[in-house]
């Protein structure tokens, strides 16, 4: 088992970046047959950095049973989204020019169906988000606890902002809250546009602890998967917003983004 | 000589942050007779991350010869300002937050006459307009290439940019370009400030190199500091902006700094 | 939550060697009131290095909520001893100058009931032998599925091994097998040698899981500090030699070296 | 360009094991044709680890320019040979594990002619010795100011040593002192070996500073190379044991191994 961390350039962000990487790689390495590794990129939430599954999950043992290569970007708070005018195209680094990134360097598979992204809070928002924007990447997106926040950003008035941020950083991110639903950071928005273009869409593992604050936002997503019929199961039960919680639902995701479960 | 990479939680970001730092304190924890450790705070450029000082030149050597703790920060393009509404408070966070935690967290000297900051490029801005900004903490600055950049700023318009960024980047940054130099982002402005006031200012170690396309703006500050009495050193050779010209003027700003020169 | 990597200058080991380390003293460097923080020193198994609990286990959490500073060395399948001949001189490395350096370095507590030592496997007996090597140093050890392998080792001829390593191997790191149960690399003959001169004792949190290979040798060790009346906990239950028991025996550990169970 | 640190698992230290990387390879992620990379795997000195070439020359600024991966591994003071019983196969480690390790994870060229190895002092030594032992993985070999010390240990006695270790010490690394000049660890055996059964042997860029305390043995091992017509340059100068000479040499010696010069 394999664990790094790498300082390396990133155009879209126009700076050095620094990602984790998990790399179950030994047999391969001493010559054992082997496909090329499947791979999840693993987001954190607000606050955060790529140390945080690692240090709080037992993700490393999952990557190793799974034979899984798990990249951990650090999303700075961005909500992995490409900003306007501040410099931080997350969702541009992190959806495409790292997961290219790491498939070349570590020569990982290139396939769609072998290709996955996960987070929980800020970082399920981003998988949900990331797994349509680029959609022809990523076959399935694990969300825990999502902070699907665009619901809410719609009704938000300047000078206003909610326990995490302002107004004005949340219009920094996502553009203009008042026609956020109307945007490309709006996952439904997405959603709709990918089915009238007869696009694939990605298949979403969701879950969400029954006292999470953010409960209603994931069940309102998920009634709208529902009714557009997108692939995916969601999972409710006892828990709160925090490890103890995503902890639980890491191998279950896993499993079913493989298609285990 | 030790040499550490830290995460920790920044509450002026909002979020996990990343330093590394240099720290030649074997013989002290050994039980050797010494003094608290002086603080050198040492910025990188533009693109690049706090591997850069690490990666490019003597410093760890430097550290060591001048029994001095260094601490490298990610300032993430952010040319280390408080930018409005980013949610990154860059100057806070290197100047004030980071300088308390790791005076506490690695016992150092906490008297201003032992605090200094150092850059290039970019980081040579940052030096300057933190040891301004926060001239209670730092006794002086060693500036090398600095990006005094608000002369250029205060005249450019909307949608111009120069080969660095954009209007709108600078904006997020600088606030609005129009009125930089009557802002708190303005070098110039915190020295009059300063002196209006009656508050102590920096001492200021300043190189250029005669190829550096950053030479003019270098020069006008220099004279700016001559004509206001603020004492400093300048100096000018054969050299461009690259680490070959900030390698050779790495030991002797220190030397400056530490009143060995 | 601060989590580091350090590269430091051994005296013992006479070279760099590495450690981790989790410091959750953001609030104690923001000024609140605090008291130095204990220290507990966490050893992994054999064939493995500093990152293993931070990988395999809730270690950071734990430590952030008991306010805990955790530092994990690298023991290079050393059994932390101080192997003849080899150069590598663990046990005064970890037990000692590690320490040392930690303390002074992060100015933690200094104090014998701020200090403890715990471990798994190869780990639970370095765990167990320091804290009788170095028992003015430490107030109690956490020993989880030690390698409690002396009694073996007392009857192994030159030529055989085990499963772990072979004779010649054993020999370096132990000195002569045929003499180990008489020598200092022997936790009962240091627990009676600290009996016969009155120096203080540690106290021991031992666990076992029943389907351990290493069965055998917990109970015989428990039974012998029950004979000798030496502080203990005993916790036997269903479990492997794997992290799936480690990660559910550290908090009961750790609270109970902080006297808090 | 991309600097990484990694743990992982070697199957010939039988634990986890930790390298540092430089990987100049952006550009060849983002798409551009390019060949598998070039390898040099470059060697610490005694008391050093994988930190040392990075901490103190411009290994970073050499690599990017020549388009070379580098390797960085820690060798714990073991002269990267497989010493005897200590569990320790750093020979093998270095020469063969990692090298297959990391062409296979980075995707570097498996090619002999790409492949190179160079050190400083006790890296040095074991840049030569390992060219030597594996010589049909690499091509050539950088020795600045190498330990070639088996002229030295060949008189040892028992109960001596030298100011870098004892008897007993360079015993379990050389194996018999008074044999090491017809054993694998001695390198004009292997030299004499690769004649007499005609497989192809290294090339080698030496240097060695005329303050160093082992200007002698290098020029020993030089006058050996020119009696036995193996192909190699030699460059003395003035300079002693440090990295002031190691830095001078590093990028004369990486293109005399490319062909350059």
Same mark, same amino acid.
């Given at each position: ?16 970046? *620094?990602?984790?990487?998990? $790399?179950?790689? =030994? #047999? ?11 791979? @999840? %990129? ?33 999303? *700075?708070?961005?909500?992995? $989204?490409?900003? =306007? #005018? ?11 020019? @790292? %997961? ?42 694990? #969300? ?118």
């Amino acid at each position: 088992m394999a664990v790094g961390r790498f300082d390396f350039f990133s155009e879209c962000l126009k700076r050095s970046a *620094e990602f984790r990487i998990i $790399l179950p790689n =030994e #047999a391969d390495a001493a010559g054992e047959e082997s496909e090329p590794m499947k791979l @999840l %990129v693993l987001l954190h939430g607000y606050t955060e950095n790529s140390g945080a599954w690692l240090w709080n999950s037992p993700i490393v043992d999952v990557a190793q049973r799974y034979h899984l290569c798990v990249v951990l970007p650090t999303g *700075e708070n961005s909500f992995y $989204l490409d900003g =306007e #005018a501040t410099g931080r195209q997350h969702a541009a680094y992190v959806g495409q020019e @790292l %997961v290219r990134y790491v498939r070349k360097t570590f020569g990982l598979s290139c396939r769609r169906e072998d290709t996955f992204i996960g987070g929980l809070s800020m970082g399920g928002f981003g998988a949900i988000h990331m797994a349509l924007q680029f959609s022809d990447t990523f076959a399935g997106a694990m #969300a825990l606890s999502s902070a699907l926040i665009t619901y809410e950003l719609a009704a938000m008035q300047p000078g206003n902002g909610n326990g995490v941020a302002n107004y004005e950083y949340y219009r920094l991110m996502f553009g203009d809250p008042a026609r956020v639903r109307e945007s490309g950071a709006d996952p439904e928005k997405l959603v709709l546009d990918a089915i009238a273009a007869g696009t694939p869409l990605p298949r979403f593992y969701l879950a969400c602890g029954e006292q999470d604050f953010l409960l209603e936002p994931n069940r309102r997503f998920e009634r709208f998967l529902t009714e557009q019929k997108v692939g995916h199961v969601y999972t409710e039960g006892p828990g709160g917003h925090d490890f103890s919680y995503w902890r639980r639902h890491l191998e279950p995701g896993v499993r079913w983004l493989l298609g285990l479960a």
